[in-house]
Each structure stands twice: as structure tokens, then as C-alpha cells.
């Protein structure tokens, strides 16, 4: 609750012109069932491969436009395998609901993810997935965002017509076709004129170099620029944003790196690759990473599951140092070692501790990585049940930071008289969390409060 105040046709062989009416209806049902076990297969699991049929032309969505807000929410999500769309239809309205009751960024990559190549064959468009996801989001009040990642097989050295989803997230367009990629984008951008900001490509992702062991910063800088320029002749308004680098930190300090803390050592060639992009990109709007707070070679948060997200807020002020206070972007982050055993009361206290680094640290965006599933059943982290329905946790948490914490607005100090309860304070509210696994009372802002385990308490300030 809010706190107070597509897929394409695989072909089927053809049988012999003369095969008997009974051995056909056979082969029909059999090819039939084939075809559907394949369909019902996700991306995740489906590691053949797609063969591109000829789809029908259909015109580019009429989508709303993004609500005019007084603030940038700073807040979002990002839509991943399983979404809204993918929901029976009393639970997509929830979702739709859910999402929309507070505006917020909602994002969408152009291929995987919950949609299908855009362009299986060279100049041949299919747009059906991504223009149901950017119509469920437009019917949601979002303020669209679109991640241009991935590539379409034949601009990554396949076949063209046939799309490999076990491969797909590794490879990088080979840079003969960076200019492809390019005009990709562009028609991206001229299918869907209310969206304005775009981030280039996903992690680096095929751009690490391991003759070299470093990213390849110089390759993905050269297909950061041609699309950078192919975008803004589109619409000089578009904003775009680069390099999505993941930010790994290691609970040692041996490594040499020039940004470290309590949380572990930052590792350096994630650094050097953020600014080499700083240094020869032909122009950008904001700047991209993400990150998790687990260190990465013990695989726990260091020196404790809350503390660690102080990681964020570090690396964020580096960041705007590094490039002229430039927007900062987080596409997405992580608190959770693997295996946690985590509660989902925790699970939540700890990500409105790195909710609270964010803002603190001037975060311009957070796109939160939704993990819904296609099944029944539990679901840690979602937004919402999968296929009953039904508001979880993380849900309240993004749509309260949405309302009162966008970006630009004034944070006011508030003290706890106990520091395992953290507050973050603006004029007219403050969000309390107890980091402990144990009830807890404490004096803040002038007022006598108790919080249960890991609970998560709102509360106006002034008279809000």
C-alpha cells in the first residue's frame, strides 16, 4: 500500500503433396503440440533457436503521453522476463494499478527480456512484443525508458532470420555493424516518440576483452557514439546515457583501486572503463551503472548486510565527481548474497537502506530490477503475486520513496536517539527502518516511536 501521506512463428516442414487425409491430420497435431511446448517455454529456458517468419505489418501504438509531473520520480522499475503482460487479466489490472497509483520510470529493453528480436532480418521490423510491453506501460502512467540491448543475430556474426536466446545476452554487435545497431535505435526512437530516454546496451555485455583481462571501453564507447548521434537526429530532446558498467566490489584490499571503503575495494577496471567512456564519448545525458552490494569474491555483505549499502551512496558521489556532476543513473542494483535465507521483512529493510543511499547521495534514477515469476507461488522481492495477485512488500517501498522522495527534493536531518533505526527526512515526511532483528523503540524527530523487527515505518512531519 502507499505509505501516508512476441514471438515468432517457428516453421513447420511441409509433408508431401499427396500424404493421405489421415496421416496428415497426424502430423498436424503433432506439429501443433511441438509448437506449443515450445511457445510455453521462456527465453530463460529455450535454448534453440527462433526461426523469423514474415509477420504482418502493424502500425506504431498510439501511446499516451507521460504524466506531466512537478518532479522527476527518480523512482522505477524495469520489466524483465515476466511482467504485467504476461498476467491473467484481473492481475495485469492490479499491476497496471499498482504501478500507475504513483508515476514512476518504467523500463524496457529492446530485445530479450520479455521481447523478441526487432529485427530478425535486416530492414525487417517486429515490434509486437515491445509495443505490448510500451502499451502496458503507457496504460500505467509510466514515464518510459528504454534500454537499447540486445542485438539481433546477424549484426553478431549469425545467421540472419534465426535468433540464438542461449547466446543472445554475451554478444556484442561486431563493429561492422555498429552502424546497423545504430539505425536500429533510431527506428526504436521513431516508433515510440514519448520516449525520451535511452540507455546504451546492458553490462558491457560482449565487450570484455580477456586477452587483455579489462573491458573493451574503447569498442563500446565507438557503438555508444553512433547511436548517441543516430538518436539525437531523431530528436535533439532524446537523452541518452552510457556506459552501464557493473560496479564490482571485492571484500578485500589487496587489489589496487583508487575508491574503497568499509564495504570492500572497488574494482579498478570498472572504473577505468567509466572514464575512458567519460573522456571520448561524442556527448551524453546521463550517466549509467549498477551493482550489487555483495562483495564478489566471499559473496556476503561486507561489513554487515546494512552497512554495505553505503557502497552505493560511495560510488554515486564518485560518479558525479568523475563527470561534472552528471546525472547518475543506478539501472539496477542488488543487496541479497545468494542463498540468504532472508525473511521477505529483511529483505525489504535492507533495500530501503540502499533506497535511503540513493537520495542521500543524489542519485538522479533507480530502476528496480522486478523479479516476477510466470508461476504460482512464492516470489521474493516482486512487486506483486504472480497469477493471484496481490500487493508484496517492495511494491509499498518504491511507491512510497516515488511520492516522497523524487529527485530535487529537500532532505532535512533527523536524528535517531538509536542508530539501528535509519531515517531519511524531508519537510513533510520521514521513512524509519529498524536494521535489527529485534523490536526496537527510539526517540526521532521528537517523537517516541517502536518499531518491530525489520519493520518499515512512515510518518508526517509539519502537519503533512
Not at 512463428?9 to 503433432?30: D, H, W
Not at 546492458?202 to 553512433?226: C, H, I, M, R, V
Not at 567519460?278 to 550489487?292: L, R, S, T, Y
Request: proline share 7%; aromatic share 10%.
Amino acid at each position: 500500500m502507499i505509505p501516508t501521506d512476441g514471438r515468432h512463428a517457428r516453421r513447420r516442414s511441409r509433408g508431401p503433396v499427396a500424404l493421405g487425409a489421415g496421416f496428415l491430420a497426424i502430423v498436424l497435431v503433432a506439429g501443433i503440440m511441438f509448437y506449443a511446448s515450445n511457445r510455453a517455454k521462456s527465453r530463460s529456458e529455450f535454448n534453440g533457436t527462433d526461426i523469423a517468419t514474415t509477420v504482418p505489418s502493424e502500425p506504431a501504438p498510439e501511446l499516451e503521453q507521460p504524466p506531466a509531473l512537478d518532479a522527476w520520480p527518480r523512482w522505477g522499475v524495469t520489466h524483465t522476463q515476466f511482467s504485467a503482460d504476461n498476467e491473467p487479466e484481473p492481475v495485469l489490472d492490479e499491476a497496471r494499478d499498482l504501478l500507475g497509483r504513483v508515476p514512476m520510470l518504467q523500463n524496457q529493453h529492446i530485445m530479450g527480456w520479455g521481447v523478441g528480436n526487432p529485427e530478425p532480418s535486416p530492414g525487417q521490423f517486429n515490434f509486437r512484443d515491445l509495443n505490448r510491453r510500451l502499451k502496458f506501460m503507457s496504460s500505467s502512467r509510466a514515464v518510459p525508458v528504454i534500454t537499447l540491448c540486445c542485438a539481433p543475430d546477424w549484426m553478431k556474426g549469425g545467421q540472419a532470420g534465426r535468433t540464438d536466446w542461449s547466446k543472445n545476452p554475451t554478444v556484442a554487435p561486431e563493429p561492422e555493424h555498429f552502424a546497423d545497431y545504430a539505425k536500429l535505435a533510431a527506428r526504436v526512437a521513431e516508433q515510440y516518440p514519448t520516449v525520451r530516454h535511452f540507455m546504451v546496451w546492458n553490462e558491457l555485455k560482449g565487450f570484455w576483452n580477456p586477452s587483455t583481462n579489462k573491458w573493451d571501453a574503447k569498442g563500446y564507447t565507438e557503438l555508444y557514439n553512433q547511436v548517441y548521434t543516430a538518436l539525437k537526429e531523431v530528436n535533439p530532446a532524446i537523452q541518452v546515457g552510457g556506459p552501464y558498467v557493473s560496479i564490482d566490489t571485492n571484500s578485500s584490499a589487496a587489489a589496487s583501486s583508487e575508491l574503497s571503503g568499509p564495504w570492500g575495494t572497488v574494482d579498478q577496471r570498472s572504473l577505468d572503463a567509466i572514464k575512458y567512456w567519460i573522456q571520448h564519448k561524442k556527448g551524453a545525458d546521463f550517466i549509467v551503472v549498477d551493482g550489487a552490494s555483495v562483495a564478489k569474491d566471499d559473496k556476503r555483505n561486507v561489513p554487515d548486510d546494512f552497512a554495505a549499502q553505503a557502497k552505493f551512496g560511495a560510488i554515486t558521489q564518485w560518479l558525479r565527481q568523475q563527470s561534472g556532476d552528471m546525472p547518475v543513473w543506478w539501472a539496477e542494483w542488488y543487496v541479497e548474497p545468494e542463498n540468504s535465507g532472508w525473511s521477505e521483512e529483511k529483505r525489504t529493510a535492507v533495500q530501503a537502506t540502499a533506497l535511503m543511499e540513493f537520495a542521500r547521495s543524489g542519485v538522479t534514477t533507480a530502476l528496480y530490477w522486478n523479479p516476477q515469476l510466470n508461476e504460482a507461488g512464492e516470489c521474493p522481492g516482486c512487486l506483486w503475486a504472480p497469477k493471484v495477485g496481490g500487493e508484496l512488500p517492495m511494491a509499498g517501498l518504491l511507491s512510497g520513496f516515488a511520492k516522497w522522495f523524487p529527485t530535487g527534493v529537500g532532505l532535512v536531518g533527523v536524528q535517531s536517539s538509536d542508530n539501528r533505526v535509519r531515517v531519511l527526512a524531508q519537510q513533510r515526511q520521514v521513512v524509519m527502518v529498524n536494521t535489527s532483528d529485534q523490536p526496537v523503540t527510539a526517540s526521532v524527530d521528537g517523537k517516541q516511536v517502536s518499531l518491530a523487527p525489520y519493520e518499515i515505518k512512515w510518518a508526517g512531519r509539519g502537519g503533512a
